[in-house]
């Protein structure tokens, strides 16, 4: 689905400078990258402060940590994304409230945000999946007319623009209370280990934000508040200090690997390609299509046997999943989310992807599709 060697070759002797120059250093933790990927990070995001941290699992709970949420208060998020997302949500033993997600973008639907609130309600987790922001400026409206926190979870669209009705733009992430992202090899700005980061411009949350991050200290054994122990060590930074200046670069490779597969599929009326909505720039961190009236396993099956990888990203909705069972939510009806769940299929997407890949691809799943 991806892939990060041959990526990695082409920036390699940067790389492996940059390394060496950790190892020469001794600073694994907190070394000069780091500093100097936080601040080029900020200037990237716009944002007024960036933190970085372990993971952008850690990154969200950080910031729910630090907006005090109480146990069951009430955090309204997509029931399709990733675990992480609302994994942490129980884990500080607040209410996930699952709501629908729009079907075109697969990013949480403004309407079914508004239906969920309750006095308990404290804030709102929308998710840019796949690389296609959620509809922040509904959704900045709804949390400003309700008192609420927005909690952006940016882990798969590091890059993105959006564009608000009056023109002016913003990189998702930095648009909510707080923005939450991944490192995570994989993703769009991908470590060679695990790495996170959090975006806000409220200079009060940020400080406590990095204290938490840091055993609730800021005097070094004087902790005020329970924290947790979450860092980018300086080797990760080194290497993300490069990425990040390629960044748009690997962005314009995915958009343009997206656009041969749309093209290739155009037309098709049993493959709906993923939409772009006009406030959003698309960063593909999947290529994502739904089928209609297509054996989706076989498929898979199908590709496979050609050697060419596809994944259903999520089986399982995050109202369907075991964990979330000891939680006493209420029954929610997620249609579009439980109908996505069935119909979708990611592609490989990854910024090396070159035309006689994409042919062959398009070409073996044109074949299934219309035998
Ligand atoms: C990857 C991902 C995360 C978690 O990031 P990690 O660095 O793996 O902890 C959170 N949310 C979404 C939507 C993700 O894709």
């Known amino acids: ?171 998702t992430g930095s648009i909510g209370t707080v923005g939450a992202t991944s490192f995570y090899p994989s993703k769009n700005l991908g470590a060679y280990g695990d790495g996170g980061a959090i975006f806000t411009n409220d200079a009060s949350l940020a400080q406590k934000m990095k204290m938490i991050a840091n055993h609730g200290q800021q005097t070094r054994y004087y902790h005020e508040m329970v924290g947790c122990n979450s860092r980018l060590d300086s080797m990760q930074a080194a290497v993300l200090n490069i990425k990040l200046k390629q960044l748009d670069d690997y962005t314009n490779a995915r958009q343009n690997a997206a656009n041969f597969y749309n093209n290739a599929f155009a037309g098709n009326e049993k493959i709906t390609v993923p939409y772009v909505a006009p406030y959003s720039t698309h960063v593909y961190h999947q290529y994502t299509l739904q089928l209609h009236n297509v054996n989706r396993d076989a498929l898979s099956a199908y590709l496979a046997e050609k050697k060419i990888p596809s994944m259903i990203y999520y089986p399982v909705p995050g109202h369907r999943q075991k964990m979330f069972s000891g939680f006493d939510l209420p029954p929610v009806d997620l249609t579009i989310t439980d109908w996505l769940t069935e119909r979708v299929i990611s592609l490989p997407m990854h910024t090396e992807m070159d035309q006689e890949q994409l042919s062959y691809i398009t070409e073996n799943v044109l074949n299934f599709i219309n035998n």
């Open 1 to 171: 689905m991806v892939d990060t060697k041959s990526q990695y070759l082409k920036i390699k002797s940067a790389v492996d400078i940059a390394i060496h120059e950790v190892l020469d250093s001794a600073a694994y933790i907190n070394g000069k990258p780091v500093q100097d990927f936080t601040a080029a990070l900020n200037t990237y995001q716009g944002s007024a402060h960036t933190i970085t941290c372990g993971n952008g699992t850690d990154a969200l709970q950080i910031a729910m940590m630090a907006l005090d949420l109480q146990p069951g208060d009430e955090v309204i998020t997509p029931s399709y994304t990733y675990i992480a997302t609302t994994e942490v949500v129980a884990l500080l033993k607040l209410k996930p409230v699952f709501v629908e997600v729009d079907p075109k973008t697969f990013c949480i639907d403004p309407v079914s945000v508004r239906n969920a609130i309750t006095p308990k309600t404290k804030a709102i987790v929308p998710v840019h999946l796949y690389g296609h922001a959620a509809p922040m400026e509904e959704i900045m409206q709804i949390a400003a007319e309700f008192g609420l926190y927005v909690i952006e979870d940016n882990a798969q669209a590091i890059g993105c623009d959006y564009t608000f009705l009056d023109g002016s733009k913003k990189k």
